[in-house]
């Protein structure tokens, strides 16, 4: 099997990744099917709210710099947006690894 680095540099050089700004990342995640979703783990706008709620997030995101959720009907990757865009990038990385590397299994809601 091959190992995390092999992995992420060889999505790298497929998708000809040289711009790992924040922007360029959720581009990235897009065009994988996910849709990012920033929150606060204090206040968010209405729509933002009423997924947290329809997927009984509420304790993640209070404790959370990310996490992406994963259903037969969603493929959701969530972002604190009270991290500076740095650190988006990082926690984003993150998720995109977990994501590459074939982590969820859509059968059944998933969090990680």
Excluded: W
Aim: charged share 30%; hydrophobic share 35%; proline share 1%.
């Amino acid at each position: 099997m091959k190992n995390i680095k092999q992995i992420a540099n060889k999505f790298i050089d497929e998708n000809s990744i040289v711009d790992k700004s924040y922007s360029s990342l959720i581009k990235i995640t897009e065009k994988l099917g996910y849709t990012v979703v920033e929150f606060s783990s204090i206040f968010n706008d209405e729509d933002t709210d009423e997924i947290i709620k329809l997927l009984k997030l509420e304790d993640k995101v209070k404790n959370s710099a990310g996490f992406t959720y994963v259903s037969e009907k969603y493929r959701l990757v969530f972002i604190n947006e009270d991290l500076g865009e740095e650190e988006k990038s990082v926690v984003l990385s993150h998720e995109l690894g977990h994501i590459v590397c074939g982590h969820f299994n859509s059968n059944v809601p998933f969090i990680g």
